[in-house]
């Protein structure tokens, strides 16, 4: 989405607003074009000409004018709301679906303080984009009347006072790139700035502890002094504004006095003098001093803060480059370029190989994983078991790209996660985490989210460029391959808006497994993403995912997950084994352990 788009398009969107906007700005400029023409004629028809009753008339029109624009000021103000609220909605919609995409596609938690964040610079955009249009559309009004004002006192006086007005926002317009962007780089650093004074904040005690007092003075410091020459040179540029306010809107005032003896000479009489000077002073010099001021800090602020939202709000797809877009830890993001994907090729199939993969969560922590070698073949349907903390989830977010390896590598269909971007990423694989993520919307929005708008990989249709009869087809068969037909019955059907706080775990797992299942992906992680469903409904679940084709591995929250799988992983912390129920029964003590001590409670039942 470009900048000059997104604001034309929320201009345009209704044009009857447009032009009840067009017609109330008639109404408040109307003291523009009243005001010089009425000191005139008061001076010279009335008070000058020994009439104070016409005089009086003239500036009760004056007042009347006045009246006529505080009237239009209130509708200008509401048909401005009408264009930028549903633009704040856009961009709120944009920075939420951006989140949301990005935390559904790779299974961490939706990212809620940026949502925060980028809500204020939304909240920012409104307002300026408020102020950028009331200015800019009461400049031009004002202008008009003003030079129709003086057009019919008398022309001659015009170049006088358009020359300079021309010159002062030309001077104006030259300054806005550099003040653009000396204000985006003011926002990076006060950023800067408040995150190390944050951090040492957090930490002062141990700062103090060990001493380092000196070394984090100087960080915060040389943040400080740089966020101070950044807001030096802005001032500075200041000064370009201040003088082109002084060349449009001052200097026409004293150009027109200066001609005075020559208007006079040639039959000007002192209320067509005063009445111009009322046009420059009175209409002109505030509207450009608004203009100058509002477009100088509104204007800058705006498409600096669009900016943002829409580079760290877009969805991955949208995004240039995949780093450009924020992640939930530093290490949970593939660094692969598009190019670099484009280079090795798309995952052929969607199996999985771990090729001595070690993973630490920080540089001098033990490993959670070491050195692990698994590889998991197409249609393969693998549980992981294990004691709570050994690393199943750790595991499972290696697989599917969110966690980089420290050493080793991690394959889906032969070509290295990293080397996949973004996109390619979530086409190849789905993640779905113990916490179910589900948005206000509707259900059929809610369900087909991972699937519409991509490219199909050769995997699953693409489900959002099916018919609707076809997309409806498939909507059925996964909501009642999943099993949760009588939930979406109860929702109201697809169409049926869905409130997430009404929803029970439970429901809310149903929900992401059958989005998961319309997924284009062929690999299928379930991260003990069936918890809060009960046995029966659990088993149902994985059997459809088992029966969807691809590659399933479940991360067991009941070993029953083990009995219905292919083979399974049994993680011990030393090292993990693989093989099927029985080998593993045979091999592996702590899985006949678990296994032993989950069927008690049955066997004492029995
Ligand atoms: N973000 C993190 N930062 C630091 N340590 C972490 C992080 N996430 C997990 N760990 C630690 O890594 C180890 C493995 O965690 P993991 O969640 O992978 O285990 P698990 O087997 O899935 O556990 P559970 O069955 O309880 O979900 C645990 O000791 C955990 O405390």
Not at 18 to 28: H, K, N, T
Not at 144 to 154: E, F, P
Request: positive net charge.
């Amino acid at each position: 989405m470009k900048i000059r788009e997104l604001l034309w398009g929320a201009a345009r969107r209704r044009p009857r607003n447009l032009v009840r906007l067009f017609g109330w700005s008639f109404a408040e400029a109307a003291p523009s074009f009243v005001s010089g023409q009425a000191i005139a004629h008061a001076l010279d028809d009335g008070f000058a000409a020994g009439r104070p009753v016409v005089g009086l008339g003239w500036l009760m029109l004056m007042a009347a004018a006045w009246l006529t624009a505080a009237i239009g000021a209130r509708q200008v103000l509401l048909a401005i709301a009408r264009i930028v609220e549903p633009f704040r909605d856009a961009l709120l919609r944009h920075v939420v679906a951006g989140t949301l995409h990005r935390s559904a596609t790779s299974g961490l938690r939706p990212d809620s303080a940026a949502v925060a964040r980028l809500s204020r610079q939304v909240e920012l955009a409104r307002d300026s984009f408020a102020a950028v249009i009331a200015v800019s559309r009461s400049f031009l009004f004002s202008v008009a009347g003003v030079v129709l004002g003086v057009l019919t006192l008398t022309g001659s006086v015009l170049p006088l006072v358009l020359l300079p007005l021309v010159a002062g926002l030309a001077l104006f317009s030259a300054s806005l790139p550099a003040m653009a962007r000396l204000q985006r780089r003011l926002i990076l650093a006060e950023e800067g700035t408040a995150s190390s004074v944050a951090s040492m904040v957090d930490a002062l005690r141990d700062v103090t502890a060990c001493g380092a007092q000196d070394r984090v003075e100087a960080v915060v410091g040389r943040d400080v002094a740089r966020q101070a020459g950044i807001a030096t040179a802005l001032a500075r540029l200041t000064a370009v504004r201040t003088l082109s306010l002084a060349v449009g809107g001052w200097l026409p005032i004293l150009l027109v006095l200066a001609a005075t003896p020559a208007l006079v000479r040639d039959g000007a009489t002192a209320g067509v003098v005063l009445g111009t000077l009322t046009y420059v002073a009175q209409s002109l010099t505030p509207a450009l001093g608004s203009l100058v001021q509002g477009v100088g800090v509104n204007g800058v602020r705006l498409v600096v803060a669009l900016e943002r939202i829409l580079k760290t709000g877009a969805r991955p797809a949208e995004t240039s480059s995949p780093e450009a877009t924020p992640t939930e830890t530093p290490t949970a993001t593939p660094t692969a370029t598009t190019a670099a994907a484009r280079r090795i090729g798309a995952p052929r199939g969607a199996s999985l190989w771990l090729r001595g993969v070690t993973f630490a969560y920080g540089p001098g922590a033990e490993p959670v994983v070491s050195e692990l070698t698994l590889s998991v073949p197409e249609g393969d349907h693998l549980a992981v078991v294990g004691p709570s903390g050994i690393g199943k989830s750790t595991v499972a977010a290696l697989a599917a790209g969110i966690l980089r390896p420290g050493d080793g590598q991690v394959l889906i269909g032969g070509v290295p996660v990293q080397a996949l971007g973004r996109a390619a990423l979530s086409r190849a694989r789905v993640l779905i985490p113990q916490e179910a993520y589900v948005f206000r919307g509707t259900l059929r929005e809610n369900l087909t989210y991972l699937a519409t708008g991509r490219s199909s990989s050769g995997g699953s249709p693409e489900i959002g460029s099916l018919p609707d009869p076809a997309l409806d087809r498939a909507l059925d068969r996964a909501v009642d391959a999943v099993g949760m037909a009588h939930l979406a019955e109860r929702i109201g059907g697809y169409e049926a808006p869905v409130d997430p706080s009404e929803l029970s775990s439970g429901e809310r797992q149903l929900i992401a497994l059958t989005r998961a299942y319309l997924s284009p992906a062929r690999l299928v992680l379930l991260d003990e993403a069936t918890c809060h469903l009960d046995p029966a409904a659990e088993a149902r679940a994985e059997e459809a995912f088992a029966a969807r084709g691809g590659t399933l591995i479940v991360i067991a929250h009941r070993l029953t997950s083990a009995l219905r799988a292919r083979r399974v992983l049994v993680m011990d912390g030393v090292r993990a084994r693989v093989g099927t129920h029985e080998e593993m029964i045979a091999g592996s003590p702590l899985y006949r352990d678990l296994m032993g001590r989950w069927e008690d409670p049955v066997a004492a039942g029995a």
